[in-house]
């Protein structure tokens, strides 16, 4: 149900249920779990792009599953959405959404998770879940008023409106729109660009960014302090360090 591709030093990750707008089911969660922390233990990655095939990034839960059953929520969440949220936020490369078409429910959580967000010109964004009479899930409670601000956020969550993307850029809700055929290439231009810069700095100030958020100026203080030591050591810092000092461009290895 994904695709996983490696392209010089980043990985690509592709919802791959396009009849079906590529919803979520269980399988494709635990396919995009494997996928991501394999991308985490792989060196060679350095940053790694998320991305729907067909017209759709992804249309959130899998509706129709319902009809094979009563489905149990919570367990649904907790041993399938919350995890590929977790896996996402806690991998320590930078990870670009390439929004191809809508994103709905789950599926704007996907994207939100992810550390730089693209979308296509003609894709969307829709909090339905209060049309099927649910609440926002999948870290949406807390990743989206972190990027559009709590009035915003429950705007979006009670009315349940389609944004579109240039009104997704204006709230801050992605960083970027472009013209739909160069979504792909754009975002591989990012991705590599991204790969060619200090992996660890990335992903330990990732870590220091989602902690941040969730604790005092002295405690982050106090982290960044522990983390830049951490940096420090890289050899990514010592080569930054010399080629300042020799007036020429860095050549970061990303470790
Ligand atoms: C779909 C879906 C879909 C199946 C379109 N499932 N087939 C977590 C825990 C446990 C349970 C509950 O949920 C959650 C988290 C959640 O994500 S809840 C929110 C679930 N998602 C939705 O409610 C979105 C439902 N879909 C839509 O609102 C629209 O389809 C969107 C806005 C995504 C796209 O609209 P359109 O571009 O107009 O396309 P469409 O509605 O015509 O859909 C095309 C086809 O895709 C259609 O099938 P068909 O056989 O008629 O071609 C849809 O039934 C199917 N589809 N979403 N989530």
Known sequence: TILLEHRQSVG????????KLNACTSTMHRELVDAIESLGQDDAIRAVVLTGSGRAFCAGQDLGVTKQGPIDYEMALKRGYNPVIHALTHLEK????????????????????????????????????????LVPDSGSTWLLPRHVGLAKAMELAMFGDKLDASGAEALGLINRVVPHDTLLPQALELAQRLA?????????MKRAFYDGLESSLADALDREAHIQQLASQTADHQEGIRAFLEKRRPTFRGM
Do not use: E, H, M, W
């Open 12 to 19: 690509i990750v592709t919802l791959n249920r396009p009849d």
């Open 196 to 204: 060619s810069l200090p992996t660890r700095a990335i992903g330990l």
């Open 94 to 133: 930078p990870v670009i959404a390439a929004v191809n078409g809508v994103a709905a429910g789950a599926g704007v959580a996907l994207a939100l998770a992810c550390d730089y967000k693209v979308a296509a010109d003609d894709a969307s964004f829709v909090q339905a879940f209060v049309q099927i009479g």
